[in-house]
């Protein structure tokens, strides 16, 4: 099978610090990957460097685009990038207001990405508007609320509302629990494993959060100071960490 995203030896330093170094793997079609560290550790580096919001200093992004196949994602244009990124690939950031606009609807935030993919009937736009923000238990009657006036985890749902409507295959999520309160975090959970399930997504998690890679992720990379440490399948990680800084998280957390 080939694979959705191959990311070869990809490095970014900071001056002389390190932000990630030499990372390779490939993630397939419908699988969920999971990385996870310290602050600090590079793993959030490493997820701006893949989605292109950073440039790396060296390595390839490869994605199995739906036209030419595998293609390298840092030598694409500006507006080659742009559209994949309305299109196939999505971004949740940890912060919802990062990923929303402030200022539109609720409603006019789902329906601003499908136009940006070309839609111009307001009609459909609009019920698909309303059906995606049903599937993230956003009530209809909030359609043409601002964001303003939601709280934080109705802001993340409708962050995640955004990205998807336009049926990306790879999502690329930064601590997409984090600062939220524990029974937010479980709702937001439960609802991201039924879509990417639902829609057979294949997504990258940067957490520190040990229980939401272990519920959502298939595989499991660790970073420490810029470099991966270990890698596996989730729960092979988690139940018999091999390095002795995967020892030191999974440890930490059963402490708690």
């Not at 990405?113 to 059906?131: F, K, N, P, S, T």
């Not at 940067?206 to 596996?232: I, N, P, Q, W, Y």
């Amino acid at each position: 099978m080939t694979p959705l995203l191959s990311v070869k030896d990809v490095r970014k330093t900071y001056g002389g610090r390190i932000g990630c170094t030499d990372v390779s793997f490939d993630l397939y079609p419908g699988e969920v990957m999971g990385i996870v560290g310290e602050s600090g550790s590079g793993k959030s580096t490493l997820l701006n460097c893949m989605a292109g919001h950073l440039p790396p200093d060296g390595g390839q992004v490869l994605f199995d685009t739906r036209t030419r196949g595998m293609v390298d994602t840092l030598t694409m244009s500006e507006p080659e990038r742009r559209m994949l990124s309305r299109t196939d690939w999505a971004f949740v950031h940890q912060h919802a207001r990062d990923g929303l606009r402030m200022g539109v609807s609720a409603g006019g935030n789902v329906g601003e990405r499908l136009m940006a993919v070309g839609a111009r009937h307001y009609g459909q736009i609009r019920e698909q508007a309303v059906d995606w923000l049903g599937r993230v238990e956003i009530d209809e009657d909030r359609m043409d609320d601002p964001p303003s006036a939601f709280s934080g985890g109705m802001q993340q749902r409708l962050q995640i509302a955004r990205n998807l409507v336009t049926g990306p295959r790879l999502v690329f999520m930064d601590e997409p629990t984090g600062g939220l309160d524990v029974s937010v975090q479980a709702r937001l959970l439960d609802l991201l494993r039924g879509l990417v399930r639902e829609m057979g997504l294949s997504a990258i998690i940067v957490t520190h959060d040990l229980a939401v890679v272990r519920l959502l992720a298939d595989r499991l990379m660790v970073m420490k100071s810029g470099h991966v440490v270990e890698t596996g399948l989730t729960d092979q990680v988690l139940d018999d960490p091999q390095h002795a800084y995967t020892q030191l998280l999974v440890s930490s957390v059963l402490q708690v």
